[in-house]
């Protein structure tokens, strides 16, 4: 499996994805939101890889890489879950992997990328999907591609080590303590 083709725990997020954010929102200057959940009429809790708030009303993308649309009953759940959300009334588009069959979705364009999971490949197709909306996209600079990676690896990064905790998170009854402690002098550890 791809180095990128990991997913943090509690979480479906993977570098493949952050990265592909990154260089998303360096081309085009759109914000990006990464697995944006939403109750769709008559389901469950949807993940979409992608969500774009703007311009308004959005625009949910998922990204179909191989190494998880490939499995038995993908096809059927990827079908399933964009049918319900332009049922909806809401912007959604599929970048799937080449060689996998089209999501059989009326209307839903057909969008691919790869082989493989490479995070610039993936947002290129983004790109075309944006650029036949009207919404702008550029070239990156080498330098800015770089740029946005290492930005990408550094989200990934924040998401696998989770929240950072305090010793007040822990045990905010000692909060007056910690504080006392900064400006405490001990003779042992330094000079007063």
Not at 32 to 52: K, Q
Not at 55 to 73: N, V
Not at 155 to 183: I, T
Request: hydrophobic content about 40%; proline content about 8%.
């Amino acid at each position: 499996m791809d180095a990128d083709a990991r997913t943090a725990p509690g979480t479906r997020r993977s570098p493949f994805e952050c990265k592909v954010a990154m260089l998303v929102e360096a081309a085009s200057g759109l914000s990006v939101r990464l697995d944006h959940r939403l109750r769709l009429p008559g389901r469950r809790e949807d993940r979409f890889d992608l969500y774009l708030p703007e311009p308004a009303p959005g625009l949910l993308i998922d990204l179909d890489p191989e190494w998880t649309h490939s499995r038995p009953g993908s096809l059927e759940r990827d079908t399933a879950k964009t049918a319900a959300a332009l049922a909806a009334g809401l912007g959604m588009e599929r970048i799937r992997s080449r060689g996998l069959p089209p999501v059989p979705v009326h209307d839903l364009a057909h969008h691919e990328a790869g082989p493989g999971v490479n995070p610039e490949d993936w947002a290129e197709a983004v790109g075309v999907v944006l650029r036949r909306r009207g919404l702008s996209w550029r070239q990156l600079t080498p330098a800015e591609v770089t740029a946005a990676l290492t930005k990408g690896a550094q989200l990934w990064e924040r998401v696998v080590a989770g929240p950072e905790v305090s010793a007040v998170d822990v045990a905010s009854h000692l909060e007056e303590e910690f504080v006392a402690n900064l400006s405490r002098c001990f003779s042992s550890f330094r000079r007063c």
